[in-house]
């Protein structure tokens, strides 16, 4: 085994002596090997333990190779499988064949030669489940999506995975532009390298630098010993810089240097570190304006603008807002264990909204819902969001009169609970489930946002 794994094999025959040159042949190679006498013996086997491979004979006692073939498409991890047989015909092959057979090999055979077939189904086993495994990865920020305006960068994101090409990914914020980041990385070549992600606007600007490139030991103060930056780190895989419109300029100059030869020093050294890195990026700002302005530099603009790929609004695809309520109550409902059900009303009127702050919005909105329910409830029996205005005397006076007949020594807890909780998840809502906004709005730290977030089941 090249990569010092062992891979795991059934060999299935009622041939004692095959199952057992087989069995050596194949052990001194390094796979680890089990043998089954028949069809029906080797799905319970399979059922039972892990293979990449199953070579098996046709005619056996009891079951058949071809039925058992047949029915190990019901297996979902189903191993790769070699068909042989001593009786060779056209129906048998085309049988095989037909029901995901590997190969197709005719006894006697060479040893070397199953060997050599064996290998390449193997390694065909080991690419399917990589492929599986990419999937599972993207899935866990899955994009959701089947409007036209969608399935145009679908194809696009096809079309740019495989290359090394920079990309540009514009669109407003709460759109997903770092799911497509992923994406992109996931479905390239690089997907076994990391995917490492910058925010530059959540740096301060005299950080970015160092973040970026690394620093080495008393470069400045606090800097205690080397450190690798997030090139270095992306070495081989993919390097995602959001929000790259906020970088400062001169820094700017810095990173298309880095573009142009994948090269760079670290903070306080001038030596050059060369690296293998993809570079995306991502903005809500519109670049073009920023370089009419002089606060964004036109040569790392064109270098930037390699494949630009625009995430088009959430209003602009409502066909798209149904899919993803549907998703994302999945998700909430599994997680917390709900049952609210997504009646037609809601989604009526949730494709009346503009959603300013776009998936991410409709995204926090569903999750309060979800979360705010306390039983199987449609919308028409939602709770509802609206917090008493100070102009509808009728509305405060009917939430104190409640208040007045809760528990003594809880009143004022109760009253700050009913309003807290609403007016926290308006003004998240309002913000698009930016944090440091709402805090600002509220007048509250960051940190205490999160607390109250917490409190009461808002976090996201």
């Known amino acids: 085994m090249t990569d010092g794994k062992r891979h795991r094999m059934l060999i299935v025959d009622n041939d004692q002596a095959i199952c057992w040159v087989l069995k050596q042949a194949f052990t001194d190679e390094g796979y680890l090997v089990d043998v089954a006498p028949d069809g029906q013996r080797a799905l319970d086997m399979i059922e039972q333990n892990a293979y990449d491979l199953v070579i098996m004979d046709v005619m056996m006692p009891v079951m058949d190779g071809i039925t058992a073939l047949e029915r190990m498409k019901n297996i979902s991890d ?8 001593a009786h060779s015909s056209m129906e048998n092959t085309v049988e095989a064949m037909k029901h995901g057979a590997f190969d197709y090999i005719v006894k006697p055979f060479d040893i070397d030669e199953i060997i050599s077939l064996a290998g390449r189904a193997v390694e065909r086993y080991r690419t399917r489940e990589k492929k599986k495994a990419d999937i599972t990865s993207l899935n866990r920020d899955k994009i959701i999506g089947e409007s036209p305006r969608m399935h145009e960068i679908y194809k696009l994101l096809g079309r740019i ?28 070549s690089r997907r076994d390298g990391p995917f490492v992600v910058v925010n530059c606007a959540s740096i301060p600007g005299e950080l970015l630098e160092s973040e970026l490139f690394g620093s080495v030991k008393g470069a400045f103060t606090g800097a205690v010993s080397d450190r690798k930056g997030k090139c270095e780190l992306a070495d081989d895989g993919t390097l995602f810089l959001d929000e790259i419109g906020t970088m400062r300029i001169d820094l700017q100059a810095k990173l298309l240097i880095f573009l142009q030869r994948n090269e760079f020093e670290r903070v306080g050294s001038s030596e050059t570190i060369s690296v293998d890195v993809r570079v995306i990026t991502a903005t809500n700002a519109n670049l073009k304006e920023l370089t009419a302005q002089d606060r964004f530099r036109k040569d790392l603009y064109y270098r930037l603008m390699v494949v630009p790929m625009h995430i088009p609004p959430l209003r602009e695809r409502k066909t798209d807002i149904e899919p993803l309520v549907r998703y994302f109550v999945d998700r909430y409902n599994a997680r917390y264990n709900r049952r609210f059900r997504v009646s037609q009303e809601l989604l009526n009127d949730l494709k009346e909204r503009d959603w300013p702050g776009n998936v991410r919005e409709l995204e926090n909105y569903m999750h309060r819902l979800v979360v705010l329910q306390s039983g199987d409830f449609g919308f028409e029996e939602s709770v509802s969001f609206d917090v008493p205005r100070e102009e509808d005397p009728e509305n405060i006076t009917a939430l104190v009169v409640k ?23 308006a003004v998240m809502t309002k913000t698009g489930g930016n944090q440091s906004e709402a805090a600002k709005t509220l007048g509250v730290s960051r940190n205490t946002l999160r607390k109250m977030l917490d409190r009461y089941g808002l976090s996201t």
């Not at 290359?163 to 992923?182: N, P, Q, Y």
């Not at 208040?403 to 998840?425: F, H, N, S, W, Y």
């Open 161 to 188: 995975a495989s290359t090394d090409s920079t990309v540009l990914i514009t669109g407003e914020t709460g759109t997903g532009k770092d799911l497509f980041a992923r994406a992109i990385h996931y479905h390239s």
């Open 403 to 425: 208040l007045l007949d809760g528990k003594p020594g809880t009143m004022l807890d109760a009253a700050r609970e009913t309003v807290e909780k609403p007016l926290i998840a």
């Open 78 to 85: 189903r191993p790769e499988v070699i068909i042989m047989t």
